[in-house]
């Protein structure tokens, strides 16, 4: 044994002994001790010490299931994160929110995170639930998979961690906010996670939201190598409704991607919510290799006369761009305003389209705050106010997934939820909400109906 485990562990041996006063509760007299809300097990853990493990688990009998009373970035010591974190984290920081413990967390957990098999496998031995849920729903599954390998860990390493928790009964395809472990493997770009987790028959078509599948997360990340191994898992092409894979390829300029895409049976011919077609929004976009790869793929347009490459590039560069409508250089302050005013004289659709042109991407990028959802949480209500239950879940669960602790972004999901008449998830979603907000009447109202019903 090192000589610094043996002194840590011999410091812990006389911590427990003098705490308990001869009593005969040194675990709960070491347990009682948290380091910025963290446990001596969970220190042990994230550092591999087992010969401290073992004596707290087998000796002491610490409980191998206690979660952390801290928020994120409680152990600077640990996990000397500050210094890389220039805003607070968000859903697009997946990889790096995977890394940085969060409350709720456990000991597992913590050695999840340090890339540590034996000690995860010693826990696991010794009682630790796998499928444990620590904050927004994550488990052990979703951080390993998501984060990756610390320095310098292989990807054998995470592949050997995954098959641990695997083989000890990790739910393969258990949500969290973030989705299922597979979406966390791909929005991390973990390939080798991707794969292992797809031989051990993750659900490839599971979608996050309506529309967020494992296959649309991959082409958001831009990563091809994900996209073939969801096609040869079985990945739908098709996609669900309006947002297919071919249209967000085509949206962010993914030449590379079509080829695999349309080989297993992507449709060229479905128009995105603005009734636009993939080759359109490469033309629009000025990509003419895009055009080139789905001109012969796609059917003849009628309202474009000259059907070639050059006629279809000559045609979108002569219908007039969004971006030049007065309103868009109003700024998104303005569009709000004017959303507000119309949701407010009941002209649910102008309240859309104003919302819709605040949270425009070229506007979002130069002039809103990505944490500023509530343009999302408006857009949401109007949908519900329209009866378009599945648009309405759309915005809220972009809500959720940029701003998972707002009480508001739960209850618009609830909302949503009881139109389609999923009574179940609403529950879930308005329980989510009072978890986080306990005196809010408005919530709890909207929970007493379909409680009858679950």
Not at 22 to 33: I, L, W
Not at 233 to 259: C, M, R, S, W
């Amino acid at each position: 044994m090192p000589d610094g485990a043996l002194n840590l562990l011999i410091r812990v041996v006389g911590i427990a002994s003098a705490l308990d006063g001869g009593k005969g509760r040194s675990a709960e007299a070491v347990e009682a001790v948290r380091d910025c809300g963290a446990g001596a097990l969970h220190v042990a853990a994230g550092r591999g010490r087992m010969a401290v493990c073992r004596y707290l688990v087998e000796e002491l009998h610490v409980d191998v299931g206690a979660v952390d009373e801290s928020g994120p970035l409680f152990n600077s010591a640990l996990y000397p994160l500050e210094g890389k974190l220039k805003r607070p984290l968000d859903f697009r920081d997946w990889s790096m929110r995977a890394s940085v413990p969060s409350v709720s967390d456990t000991p597992l957990d913590y050695a999840v995170r340090s890339g540590l098999v034996e000690t995860v496998r010693f826990l696991l031995d010794h009682g630790a639930d796998p499928n444990k849920a620590g904050e927004h729903g994550c488990t052990a599954l979703h951080v390993a998979a998501g984060a990756g390998p610390p320095p310098p860990a292989s990807d054998a390493g995470l592949c050997e961690m995954i098959e641990t928790l695997l083989s000890k009964g990790a739910d393969v395809d258990l949500f969290s906010y973030c989705g299922t472990p597979l979406h966390a493997a791909i929005i991390g770009k973990q390939d080798a996670a991707v794969k292992i987790l797809l031989d051990n028959h993750a659900d490839c078509n599971k979608a996050m939201s309506i529309h967020y599948t494992p296959l649309i997360a991959a082409l958001h990340v831009r990563s091809l190598k994900c996209v073939k191994l969801l096609i040869k898992a079985g990945a739908d092409v098709k996609g669900v409704g309006q947002l297919t894979p071919l249209i967000v390829a085509a949206n962010e300029g993914l030449t590379d991607f079509y080829k695999c895409l349309l080989d297993a049976g992507a449709d060229p011919d479905v128009r995105d919510d603005g009734g636009h077609l993939p080759i359109e929004i490469a033309g629009h976009n000025n990509r003419r290799k895009d055009v080139e790869i789905l001109f012969p793929v796609t059917s003849r347009i009628p309202y474009v006369h000259d059907w070639s490459v050059d006629g279809i590039l000559a045609y979108v560069k002569s219908v007039p761009k969004e971006e030049d409508d007065p309103l868009y250089k109003m700024g998104p302050a303005y569009l709000k305003s004017e959303g507000s005013k119309a949701y407010k004289r009941n002209d649910y659709v102008s309240a859309v389209n104003f919302y819709s042109m605040g949270i425009t991407d070229r506007v979002l990028a130069i002039k809103l705050d990505p944490s500023d959802v509530t343009l999302h949480s408006n857009k949401s209500l109007c949908w519900i106010n329209l009866g378009d239950g599945e648009k309405a879940l759309l915005d809220a669960e972009f809500c959720r997934m940029m701003r998972p602790d707002w009480p508001k972004a739960c209850y618009r999901q609830g909302a949503a939820h009881m139109l389609l008449k999923d009574y179940e998830k609403a529950c879930d979603a308005f329980l989510d909400g009072l978890k986080l907000d306990p005196t809010n009447v408005e919530i709890e109202t909207a929970l007493r109906y379909p409680l009858t019903l679950c």
